[in-house]
């Protein structure tokens, strides 16, 4: 059986009426996705964002390319699934 890393999610404050936009689709925006899921639930997250696009969903959200034009509020945060490379 493949073991799930756990990659702990970012000191961030999260509100109510807030929207987290992840960018990335890997093991580490699955960790995320699922941290946040489980302390404010999965309708915070409102996407995935890849260069491309692809895949189409992820973890049951959409994932929308960089090129796409993105309605975004001044609630949205974005949060970015990479490994600090320092």
Same mark, same amino acid.
């Given at each position: 059986? %493949?073991? +799930? $890393?756990?990659?702990? &999610?970012?000191?961030?404050? /999260?509100?109510?009426?807030? +929207? =987290?936009? =992840?960018?990335?689709?890997?093991? =580490?925006? +699955?960790?995320?996705?699922?941290? /946040? ?5 999965? %309708?915070?997250?409102?996407?995935? /964002?890849?260069?491309l696009g692809q895949p189409a969903k992820?973890?049951?959200?959409k994932v929308f390319s960089l090129s $796409?034009? &993105? $309605? =975004?509020?001044? +609630?949205?945060?974005? &949060?970015?699934?990479? &490994?600090n490379l320092r």
């Amino acid at each position: 059986m %493949h073991r +799930r $890393e756990f990659f702990a &999610l970012p000191d961030m404050q /999260i509100n109510p009426g807030d +929207r =987290i936009w =992840i960018f990335g689709t890997n093991e =580490i925006a +699955r960790s995320y996705f699922e941290q /946040i899921c489980t302390r404010y639930g999965e %309708h915070v997250v409102n996407g995935f /964002i890849e260069t491309l696009g692809q895949p189409a969903k992820y973890m049951g959200k959409k994932v929308f390319s960089l090129s $796409e034009k &993105l $309605e =975004i509020g001044e +609630r949205d945060k974005f &949060l970015v699934a990479a &490994l600090n490379l320092r």
